[in-house]
Structures are given as structure tokens and as C-alpha cells.
């Protein structure tokens, strides 16, 4: 019986769902960036990307390569911490496609006093040099 009680609260005690720890490693990213950009910093925001010429952004532009590319973009797109607003993301899932990459579905929105502005983006983060980062950004 007294197995039984302990097996009983030991079970109760565990959460039924445990994150992996590469999506745990992925929704820090994620939880940095929206503190990086809230704090108008970019170049932070910008550290969960891949910094490699073939990182790949697409946006209402269509496909740009290239991390200095895609800060450079930022930069044009959000001059100031004004246009910039407070960002928070809506994760909708995280999906493990294999060891080195996963998928990431979400909802952006920013806050901002000249309008708000949302959409959705899609993610493939890749684990490189034992760190995962973002190589394909799809955000509309």
C-alpha cells in the first residue's frame, strides 16, 4: 500500500508534459528577442539569428539572404524605439523535425502608439555549433 500511495503522489507531482530541453533552449530565444527589441536594441534582437550570409527572411517583400541584409531591414523598418513598440510573441507550436532543427508557429504583435501591427511567422531554427539559431524567418 505504501508503494502504491508513493507511486500515486509521484505522478501527481511531475508535470504531465516536459518540454524538451532544445524547445526550453528555443522559447528562451524567443523570450530574449521580445526583451532585446522591447529594449530598442536590435543588434541583441538579432543574436537569435544565424549570423551567416545564407540566413534566409522572407517579409511582404518576398526573399532576402543574409544577416547584415535582414539587421539592415530592421533597422529601415523600425528607425526607433516609436516604431519599434513592445513585441510579444504568440507561440502556437514547437515542433522537433529532427536532433539539429525544429519548427516554430507563432503570432507577432506590436504595441504602438502610431498603430498596432500583427501577423504570423514561421521558424526553422537549426542547431549550429551546439547552438540553435534561426535560418529561415517567414513573417507576414
Not at 3 to 19: D, E, K, N, S
Not at 79 to 88: E, H, N, Q, V, Y
Request: aromatic letters at 16%; hydrophobic letters at 40%; charged letters at 20%.
Amino acid at each position: 500500500m505504501k508503494y502504491f500511495v508513493f507511486i500515486t503522489v509521484f505522478l501527481f507531482q511531475q508535470p504531465l508534459y516536459a518540454q524538451h530541453k532544445d524547445e526550453q533552449a528555443i522559447r528562451q530565444i524567443l523570450t530574449d528577442q521580445t526583451t532585446e527589441w522591447n529594449k530598442g536594441n536590435l543588434e541583441a534582437f538579432m543574436k537569435g539569428y544565424w549570423k551567416n550570409d545564407s540566413l534566409l527572411f522572407v517579409g511582404k517583400t518576398g526573399p532576402r539572404y543574409g544577416f547584415q541584409t535582414t539587421l539592415d531591414n530592421y533597422h529601415k523598418g523600425y528607425p526607433d524605439t516609436a516604431a519599434m513598440g513592445k513585441l510579444s510573441f504568440n507561440i502556437i507550436q514547437v515542433k522537433r523535425l529532427s536532433p539539429d532543427y525544429y519548427f516554430v508557429l507563432g503570432k507577432w504583435m506590436l504595441k504602438r502608439s502610431m498603430g498596432d501591427l500583427s501577423g504570423h511567422y514561421t521558424l526553422l531554427f537549426r542547431k549550429i555549433a551546439g547552438q540553435w539559431k534561426i535560418v529561415v524567418d517567414h513573417s507576414s
